[in-house]
């Protein structure tokens, strides 16, 4: 626990499809960087900034990426049931 400091933050509810229940962004106090004059800025900038990390954002795997992962994980079962009958 830190005694004396007061800290801003800004909370944000992205929605369902987003992944997050809340984003939280704590402000950094006196940093130079993008000027904010209004808390509609400031709703704006924190959205964009959560919005890159939501699930809706990321890539779907196509059917080509997906095969050798598929693959992958046949293999590696049957070479572990091999392992596992001569072992036994």
Not at 6 to 30: D, M, N, R
Not at 35 to 55: F, K
Request: net charge positive.
């Amino acid at each position: 626990m830190v005694k004396g400091t007061s800290k801003q933050a800004v909370i944000l509810q992205p929605g369902k499809q987003s992944g997050f229940e809340q984003a939280i962004f704590i402000l950094a106090p006196g940093q130079a960087g993008e000027r904010i004059d209004s808390p509609e800025d400031l709703l704006r900038l924190a959205d964009s900034i959560a919005g890159q990390y939501t699930v809706a954002t990321l890539p779907r795997m196509r059917g080509r990426q997906i095969w050798p992962c598929i693959l992958s994980f046949l293999l590696g079962l049957g070479g572990s049931a091999l392992i596992f009958f001569f072992l036994l």
